[in-house]
């Protein structure tokens, strides 16, 4: 069975390097099926070479999308050298289209170090997974590995990238049951952490 190493979201395209994850997020969409947007089953058999990848983003033909967005099954930073290194290609032979990560945000802990700076001049945008305004809500909804300290770990990343990164923003997901307050806790986050917030209604994506 193929791999479905990109494909299509809205006119972007959505680049799947890995299934690993540190997280188990209540809301994600692998625990809603294998697929986002109608694309095929994004599980990946293996994890694609970079040359791989690299090779499924040409056939796409990149200049035909609005950007590139490190964005799969999983966590992107799960392969940091590689993320990078396809964003170096990236940038060198498509200087104008625009690249962005979506994350959680946990590079450093997983690296197990400081990790905002590799994405100078490589990612033009980063949409972090803020999802919660405590860290225990965090770890209720997320369920990382990292446990508690993941929590202050995503927040100083955040604080860190922005020097490295023009665009910041970070995300969280609301249901029609989600408190009002608890979106201005966020956004005040934000606010203090001097990026912007985007707040996401709860569906089957991986947008």
Do not use: H
């Not at 625990?31 to 499924?56: C, F, H, K, M």
């Not at 909804?141 to 020097?163: H, I, N, W």
């Not at 001097?194 to 991986?206: E, K, N």
Request: hydrophobic share 35%; with cysteine; glycine share 6%.
């Amino acid at each position: 069975m193929a791999m479905t190493v990109v494909y299509d979201v809205k006119g972007g395209l959505y680049v799947n390097l890995t299934n690993r994850c540190p997280c188990s997020c209540r809301f994600c969409i692998r625990s809603n099926g294998e697929g986002a947007y109608g694309s095929d089953p994004l599980w990946l058999e293996r994890e694609p070479t970079r040359q791989e990848v690299i090779g499924a983003i040409e056939a796409a033909d990149p200049p035909l999308y609005s950007e590139i967005v490190f964005c799969g099954y999983g966590e992107p930073t799960e392969r940091l050298d590689d993320l990078v290194a396809i964003a170096q290609y990236l940038k060198s032979k498509y200087p104008s289209l625009p690249i962005r990560l979506n994350t959680n945000g946990l590079s450093d802990l997983i690296a197990g170090e400081p990790t905002a700076q590799r994405f100078k001049g490589v990612i033009d945008t980063i949409s972090i997974s803020l999802n919660a305004s405590t860290a225990e809500a965090y770890c209720e909804m997320c369920r990382p590995r990292f446990g508690r300290k993941s929590y202050e770990a995503m927040l100083s990343f955040t604080s860190q990238v922005r020097d490295f990164v023009p665009e910041v923003v970070m995300s969280i997901v609301a249901t029609s049951d989600t408190p009002e307050t608890e979106i201005a806790a966020c956004r005040d986050i934000c606010n203090n952490l001097g990026v912007s917030l985007r707040v996401r209604t709860y569906i089957s994506s991986a947008d």
